[in-house]
């Protein structure tokens, strides 16, 4: 029986019990996101261990608008 060639490719989805710094590091393209909101995750050593959810919480972000807009951001490229 011959295995499929066809490739697996993962879908991009953020999810608020990631890391920031695995964000950051995997995507990019959505900096400008949290930038706007206040933000500053790429500088922050919290990054390192915070989950999205525990950052929108600390800053009065609604933590489902900010998985979609990331999401959305994602789906642009």
Known sequence: MKKSKRKNKKKKKITKNMIFSEIINN???VI???YKHGMMCVGCP?????T?????KA?????????E???KKLKEK
């Open 27 to 29: 995507y990019p393209e």
């Open 46 to 50: 919290m990054a390192m261990q915070e």
């Open 52 to 56: 999205i959810e525990q950052g929108a």
């Open 59 to 67: 800053h009065g972000i609604d933590v489902k608008k900010l998985i």
């Open 32 to 34: 400008d996101i949290f």
């Open 69 to 71: 807009e990331l999401n």
